[in-house]
């Protein structure tokens, strides 16, 4: 289980953003069931309001919508039914905030997507953006893969 960086939402390849999609969902149901996700990688969610959860679900969400991924209404309801009386409301994006994810969390995802795309998994097109993306967060950022 791996929340990907916020950042990383828009250019995330079809693969990994369906992928994130059931993720959220298998939180969720995690949260609902046990009162916690129980995984390493995504135990951090607790520490913060449901709002943040719920929001960055919804950006996920969103993202698949533009890009006319089926997005299922089941899912949603047991994402915000992590509030009482579906009492929540989206932040914006910027204001998704995990303390996890930094510009580190940011490099080890890229490289996560890095393994991904050496392997395969990835294509030439869809990296780039995904390098783009990286290089504008981090401004000078040195880690970059050149074409």
């Not at 993720?23 to 949260?31: D, K």
């Not at 039914?81 to 994810?101: C, R």
């Not at 890229?110 to 991904?116: A, P, R, S, T």
Request: charged share 25%.
């Amino acid at each position: 289980m791996r929340l990907w960086h916020t950042s990383l939402i828009p250019v995330l390849p079809r693969e990994q953003l369906v992928a994130q999609w059931r993720e959220l969902s298998a939180i969720a149901g995690s949260i609902k069931e046990k009162g916690t996700p129980n995984h390493l990688l995504v135990n951090f969610v607790m520490d913060y309001p449901f709002n943040h959860f719920i929001s960055y679900a919804y950006y996920v969400r969103e993202e698949m919508n533009k890009r006319s991924y089926r997005t299922m209404d089941s899912v949603w309801k047991k994402i915000i039914s992590l509030v009482d009386n579906n009492d929540y409301n989206i932040l914006p994006i910027n204001e998704v905030y995990y303390k996890k994810m930094d510009e580190k969390y940011l490099d080890i995802c890229f490289y996560n997507l890095y393994e991904k795309h050496l392997c395969g998994g990835i294509s030439d097109d869809d990296f780039i953006k995904i390098n783009e993306t990286v290089w504008n967060v981090h401004g000078d950022y040195n880690h970059s893969i050149a074409f």
